[in-house]
């Protein structure tokens, strides 16, 4: 079992449920446009939103942003300790830094000082272009990743600072796979998952979802980040849902749906289309299923809450808990079924 550290409203490892995260790309000096995307990230489901801080600008302009949303923020500090200092104290609820790159370890202690005295969390996050320079001289890939991790909370450590998530991202699945593994097996530190730089919609969520998923499938990772290219909500939507195939997202409705065949009766796929855009926000656990014939769907209704199996003229059965409810016409299965849905609990 993890160490079990607290972020804001929620616990990162220990056998909590394991968080979606994401990061903001609107500019954080314009407060007002970073608030919306922070609230929209919220309103999609993620946990915690991780925003660049560089300046003290920005450091400024997130105090109008701190206190206005229930998701974490984290900030996320590259090499100005005096930034990560700052942001522990007017109110984030996690650092995002890596205390190897500092160097003058008299600063270190004062970012630990305050943390401390704040009760913020420290993300040490490693990737393939920040490995720590004296590891990168005997060591390569996964494990290079995973020691430089090591070092850096081991200078943490020195402080008496605990409170610490690792993370070890490469744009490689294997490498970044083995050196999560190897994390897991050397320390106790929560692990934050993810593919850096994986790509854009389609290549980024096969990346992503091999590497983040295989890792969550042996019980390795405790919150996660779908890093796509673009709107960071697509990273959400994704994350939700690997989590979601998993059963490791106990409020997430899942749709089930068939390739369709040329037994089809209907033009299924504009009907789980709507369906997943509508039911995307709803916070239930229930699994539909959308089927196009008679031959696989009485089974696949028998497995979920709610199902619809295609008939003959327009019409179609649905299903309620494995039973037959009623037969409706095609045209009307969305809203029926957004009815069950929203009546279950
Ligand atoms: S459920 Fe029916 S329509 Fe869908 S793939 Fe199977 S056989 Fe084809």
Redo the contacts with the bound molecule.
Sequence with gaps: MKRKIKVGNLFIGGGARVSVQSMTNTPTSDSEKTLKQVLELEKAGCDIVRIAVSNDEEAEACKNIIGKTKVALVADIQFDYRMAVKCADIGFDKIRFNPGNIGDESKVKEVVAACKRNRVPIRVGVNGGSLDKNVAAYASGAEALAQSALIHAAILEKYGFYDTVLSVKSSDVRTMVEAYEILDARCDYPLHLGVTESGTKIRGVIKSSIGIGSLLLKGIGDTVRVSLTGDPLREVEAARLILSALNLNGDCVEIVS????S??NYDMEPIVDELEKKLYGLKKKLKIAV???V???PGEAADADIALC?GKNGKAALYLKGKVLKTVPVSDAVSEILALAEKMS
Excluded: F, L
């Design positions: 068939c390739p369709t065949c037994r089809c089927m196009g014939c031959v696989n769907g295609g």
